[in-house]
């Protein structure tokens, strides 16, 4: 055999697709961002001041349990502050639960159509992704428990799911979490749960509070405070213990602690956007139905519009950026060539997104 010339990674590592995300414009270009599912209302004043607070501080390291926001997200989420871990954003959480569960040998479940972070944590912590067919792009708990083996140690699942913006309501979260193994750690990915209008949903919380093998994982990104990268997780004690084990320790900034304690405290301005959401996810879903067009029911900060083919699809993105606006494509990310998903921004940009699609001619 001959002996390498350089370093090489692990087995496996070469064969992970990096993550793909959402086109921006150019530097210095006006066109309108609707690719990342970023708050359309920017982020809550009380959030910015405790940001820009921060900077008289930068000399020293943030509080390592990020104890302030913790204390933040229990007051106002009704849990133990000690069973929430914070960290770099939800990836940064979710990526330590597959380092900590999977292994060599080992399976993790997901719906075909999940987040497409969930393949690359899975196998680069060397275990193999199952992907489970969906029924009309919403993930189905019977296809789920069926793909369940010996092997399968993690269940990814997305609720509400990103990129269709589907959901299962909380008595078919039940029934998923019901035929699972004990051993078996339900991975509850709620990122986009302040946008949720349905009844019928929970985020998971009271799961988590009655099982052993139940985590619920958020993030405020989707609440105007991407660029400062903050995500969380309520967790039973055991699974915190081992996260706490191997966690950065200092994985949440200062400015980003501050920051997200403060988002979380600022109710009004939360309802504020869950509100704006509403009115135009479901105005722009009304207005896109039809004209060969299909938009699947969302409940997140987003729709997912399905086109003929996936050329419509392409032509469809390109008349788009042509007006102005940038949209999500969601082919090669997701294998839905079909689809573009578009984020709830501006009552003009919604506007103008539906004048646009509107005006195309698309044969059936």
């Known amino acids: 055999m001959t002996a390498p010339t350089r370093p090489t990674p692990q087995p496996g590592i070469l064969d992970i697709a990096p993550y793909l995300p959402g086109k921006s414009g150019a530097p210095g270009s006006k066109a309108i961002k609707l690719s990342a599912n970023e708050s359309p209302l920017g982020a809550s004043p009380k959030a910015v001041a405790a940001f820009a607070s921060a900077a008289q501080h930068l000399e ?30 939800s990836d940064d959480l979710l990526h330590l639960l597959a380092q900590t569960y999977l292994g060599e040998g080992d399976e993790a479940v997901m719906n075909r159509y999940g987040f497409s972070v969930y393949p690359i944590i899975t196998m680069a912590a060397g275990a193999k992704i199952v992907m489970v067919d969906e029924t009309d792009y919403t993930a189905d708990v019977d296809a789920l428990l069926a793909a369940v083996t010996e092997r399968t140690k993690v269940i990814w699942l997305a609720n509400p799911n990103n990129p269709t913006g589907t959901y299962l309501s909380d008595a078919e979260v039940r029934r998923l979490h019901a035929g699972l193994r004990p051993d078996i750690l339900l991975v509850i990915d709620s990122a986009y749960a302040e946008y949720v209008t349905a009844a019928d949903y929970s985020v998971g919380l009271d799961l988590v509070g009655e099982a052993e093998n139940v985590v619920m994982v958020r993030t405020f990104s989707k609440m105007g405070l991407a660029a400062a990268r903050i995500g969380w997780m309520v967790a039973p004690d055991h699974v915190t213990d081992a996260i706490h084990r191997i966690r950065g320790p200092f994985n949440v900034n200062l400015p980003a602690q501050l920051a997200g304690a403060a988002a979380t405290r600022d109710v009004e301005f939360n309802a504020k956007l869950r509100e704006h959401n509403a009115t135009w996810r479901e105005w722009l879903t009304a207005e896109l139905s039809g004209n060969a067009m299909r938009v699947l029911p969302s409940q997140a900060n987003f729709i997912l519009v399905l086109f003929p083919d996936a050329e419509t699809a392409a032509r469809a993105f390109d008349t788009l950026m042509e007006g102005g606006y940038i949209v999500r494509e969601v082919g090669k990310s997701y294998g839905i060539p079909t689809g573009l998903r578009i984020s709830i921004g501006s009552e003009d940009a919604m506007r103008g997104v539906a004048k646009i699609l509107k005006s195309m001619v698309i044969s059936q």
């Not at 302030?68 to 960290?87: F, K, N, Q, T, Y």
Request: with cysteine.
């Open 60 to 89: 020293i390291y943030p509080e390592g349990s990020s104890r302030l926001l913790r204390e933040a997200l229990g007051e106002v989420h009704g849990v133990d502050p000690a069973r929430i871990i914070c960290g770099n954003g």
